[in-house]
């Protein structure tokens, strides 16, 4: 069984940071790809940041500079640390394997505001 748990979001000032966790278990986690996704109400689940399994990351122009992706195998984690937070980035965030299918967790709320 597929199970991601994702952690760390909260609520922040406009150019606070937070640091988001998601551990995965039930799959070989270190030979998949990983990516963080967002959604608001109303909208499609925007791809934030991916990384693969040798570490290649890439990020949507939305947070480019912003955001850093990372993984540590040894724990099956991936994070992403987002820096100078805008009230845009308020979010649900999940993380989710680049296996076919592809397996979702519930999520962690980031909420910027002042």
């Known amino acids: 069984q597929v199970q991601l748990v994702e952690s760390g979001g909260d609520l922040v000032q406009p150019g606070g940071s937070l640091r988001l966790s998601c551990t995965v278990s039930?799959?070989?986690?270190?030979?998949?790809?990983m990516g963080w996704y967002r959604q608001t109400p109303g909208k499609d689940r925007e791809l934030v940041a991916t990384?693969?399994?040798?570490?290649?990351?890439n990020y949507a122009d939305s947070v480019k500079g912003r955001c850093t992706i990372s993984r540590e195998n040894a724990k099956n984690t991936v994070y992403l640390q987002m820096n100078s937070l805008k009230p845009e980035d308020t979010a649900v965030y999940f993380c989710?394997?680049?296996?076919?299918?592809?397996?979702w967790g519930q999520g962690t709320q980031v909420t910027v505001s002042s």
């Open positions: 989710s394997p680049f296996t076919t299918p592809r397996y």
């Open positions: 039930g799959i070989l986690f270190r030979v998949y790809d």
């Open positions: 990384i693969s399994r040798g570490g290649t990351t």
